[in-house]
């Protein structure tokens, strides 16, 4: 079934149609009047529709299975595309939310002006990527922050489990520490990792280090490997 997202605030029984939506509708998917897809809110529900000129027909409510996992995945930036891909896979894989975390050693400097540009990006790649893989929810993308503002975060979710993936072998494997766990925080440094000042602040704000073995793993691949142990250990992926 072919998918289109489109904002909650949009959603009506008659959906009028900006110019991007119609345009990959038609010149993209080459759909016709009265063909049918399927409509995402981005907040997790999802509808049957109906493609008429310039508009949507919106009919019932696909029913979807509410997701037990809770999965925030706060990543260093990264240099070139990899932010891009991380982005894209993490949502792909189901991460709820993804926090571009500014590091110490992360070579990427992000300013007023490119903060907010690349942020919109990774928003439309997350958009992308939920349509393609079925999910009716986006993660939510946010601004680049720093590990303040990502300790202030912690700090107003205290049932959620912190986890900081180290390259070295911690006692703690991240299978052991996310199991039996449905709302986790996964942080992942830049190559090189995380510098002792921010590993010592991470420790002091309540996160455990864990590991994922003995390979040292690229830092876009570090990420995307933690998420996929953490849904196959709660049942959901493998």
């Known amino acids: 079934m072919r998918r289109l997202y489109v904002p909650e605030e949009q959603i009506a029984p008659q959906v009028a149609l900006t110019a991007e939506q119609l345009h990959y509708l038609r010149d993209v998917l080459r759909l016709l009047d009265g063909e049918p897809l399927e409509v995402f809110d981005g907040r997790g529900t999802a509808y049957r529709a109906v493609l008429q000129g310039e508009s949507l027909r919106i009919g019932d409510k696909l029913l979807q299975e509410p997701r037990a996992l809770d999965v925030v995945l706060a990543q260093a930036l990264a240099r070139g595309e990899k932010m891009d891909l991380v982005v894209q896979k993490a949502t792909e894989l189901g ?43 986006v993660p939510a993308v946010d601004e680049p922050c720093s590990w303040e503002m990502l300790l202030a975060l912690l700090r107003g979710e205290p049932e959620r489990r912190a986890l900081l993936l180290e390259a070295q072998e911690p006692a703690l494997r991240l299978g052991d520490a996310a199991r039996g766990v449905s709302r986790i925080l996964l942080a992942v440094g830049p190559e090189g990792g995380f510098s002792p000042r921010e590993r010592e602040s991470a420790l002091q704000g309540g996160f455990v ?30």
Do not use: F, K
Not at 116 to 136: K, L, N, S
Not at 211 to 238: D, F, I, K, P, W
């Open 209 to 238: 280090p864990v590991g994922l073995g003995s390979r040292v793993l690229r830092t876009e691949t570090a990420g995307l490997a933690a998420l996929a142990v953490v849904l196959h250990v709660h049942g959901e992926l493998g």
């Open 95 to 137: 991460a709820s939310r993804i926090v571009p975390l500014i590091s110490e050693r992360a070579v990427v400097r992000l300013d007023a002006q490119r903060g907010p540009a690349r942020t919109q990006r990774w928003r439309r790649i997350a958009q992308e990527a939920a349509r393609q893989c079925g999910r009716a929810d």
